[in-house]
């Protein structure tokens, strides 16, 4: 038997962010997401809950699928669970000294992030696309992405690590409900069957990217292995599930569909 009760505590527990420890970029995403008669910080079924709202359970998470794997699958049984992840869009990068005040500078990263850099967390989950209790919302944001020198940082960053990730705008969103939906992020022109390397090349993406998409697919069903062209495995998508591609969440807006990422701007909630 499942169990709602409402508490105005912090979670520390594995299976979320508490209120007084999660980062600017999720405080802020909760703030805008939720409406007046949502409740907040709701205890469900031994897990915490960003956002309750009527039955829909809303989850935020900005990163690290696989910690929030538990959760989703238990929460999934019984209720209707809302999987909120943000995609930078365009991200703004500012480094402070490491008194973490002094501020050295501010400048626009070349990299743009899409809806298809969704599989790079979801291959964590991909299970649960399947599952009728499960959602996902995708929402395209403008961020800052606040660095810091830190002694022993990542060589690659000469030592500068993220201290923060804040949140500037919401400028998309697209709601993906089923497997029919995230086959609709493929791009027109692919082939069936197809390679992991040509799907690369049609998103314009990586290997790995491609990949990581053609694994989420297949375990979530909704493509399979149609043999192989030398070394390549052949995935081909199952008929019923072409043609989706995700609906843009409420609000006012231009929308034409995922694969265009024409989707819903504006009004949240």
Known sequence: MSSTH????????????GTMQERSLHASLKDWYARPDDRLEVHVDGFWVDIVRGDL???????NFSSAK??????TTDHR????????????????????????GRRKSPKRGSLMHVFEELVSIPELMARPNFSLEVL????????RKQPGGRWRRKGW???DRKLIDVVGRVVLDSPSDICGLLPDGLPDPFTSRELAGALGESRRLAQKTAYCLRRMGAAEVAGKRGNALLYTTRREERGGGGRAAAGPGASRGA?????????HG
């Open 161 to 163: 690590g993220t201290y």
């Open 6 to 17: 409402s508490s105005a505590k912090p979670r520390a527990n594995a299976g979320g962010i």
């Open 70 to 75: 538990r959760k989703l699958a238990a929460l």
């Open 140 to 147: 395209l944001i403008r961020e800052e992405e606040v660095r």
């Open 259 to 267: 694969q265009g990422e024409g989707i819903c701007f504006g009004a």
């Open 57 to 63: 359970l809303i989850e935020i998470q900005t990163r």
């Open 81 to 104: 669970v809302r999987l909120v992840y943000p995609i930078a869009r365009e991200k703004w990068i500012i480094r402070l000294a490491e008194n973490g005040l002094d501020r050295l």
